[in-house]
């Protein structure tokens, strides 16, 4: 059974950079897609972006300028990257693995993590 | 940017009642959409993947329908564990965007 477990501060200081890391089991980094999904507190979900097995990615265009997704292969993780972040990131974020079946739907995903954004 | 809303927002419905959600595309999509399911707490679960495929594993009461820009989620006969919230998402140009959800709650 594929698990998907994010790591990393559930606290990040207004204008710094959120760090999280997925990691994967029971799947291998190198052979499939993966993204990262966020939902604030009680409502609802936002798509962040996907890495391709190839490493290429797909940011969605309002968060663009701000993400940058990354694979490890050799830990079989992936990671993400927002930076200057304001109380609006605050959110739950997961990771997923996306399979294709002419566009690329999330399969399995964490549990996720809970990161707030305050001074 | 393609808007996607969900009717209704809420609703309460019986164990065993047939229940139909419906997702509006502002603009024609295709079939690239997927409805997912959430309970408190928990991560979301994929139900339905282009529109009417039935992901693996999940209860054949789920079923989905519709192309361009009415979709619909329908639940054959409600079970106890079907109360969840309901999210539809399209897949067919960035911004990639959920629905508002769908909260499903017991009469």
């Known amino acids: 059974q594929v698990q998907l477990q994010e790591s990393g501060p559930g606290l990040v200081k207004p204008s710094e950079t959120l760090s999280l890391t997925c990691t994967v089991s029971d799947a291998s980094i190198r052979s499939f897609t993966w993204s990262w999904i966020r939902q604030p507190a009680g409502k609802g979900l936002e798509w962040i972006g996907r890495i391709y097995r190839n490493g290429k990615t797909d940011y969605n265009p309002p968060l663009k300028s701000r993400v940058t997704m990354s694979v490890d292969t050799s830990k079989n993780q992936f990671s993400l990257k927002l930076s200057s972040v304001t109380a609006a990131d605050t959110a739950i974020y997961y990771c997923?693995?996306?399979?294709?079946?002419?566009?690329?739907?999330?399969?399995?995903w964490g549990q996720g993590t809970l990161v707030t954004v305050s001074s | 940017d393609i808007h996607l809303t969900q009717s209704p927002s809420f609703m309460s419905a019986s164990v065993g009642d047939r229940v139909t959600i419906t997702c509006r595309a502002s603009q024609d999509i295709g079939n690239p959409l997927g409805w997912y399911q959430q309970k408190p707490g928990k991560a979301p679960n994929l139900l339905i993947y282009a529109a009417s495929t039935l992901q693996s594993g999940v209860s054949s009461r789920f079923s989905g329908s519709g192309f361009g820009t009415e979709f619909t989620l329908t639940i054959s006969s409600l079970q106890p564990e079907d109360f969840a919230t309901y999210y539809c998402q399209h897949l067919h140009s960035y911004p990639i965007t959920f629905g508002q959800g769908t909260r499903l709650e017991i009469k």
């Open positions: 997923t693995r996306e399979f294709y079946s002419a566009a690329w739907y999330s399969d399995y």
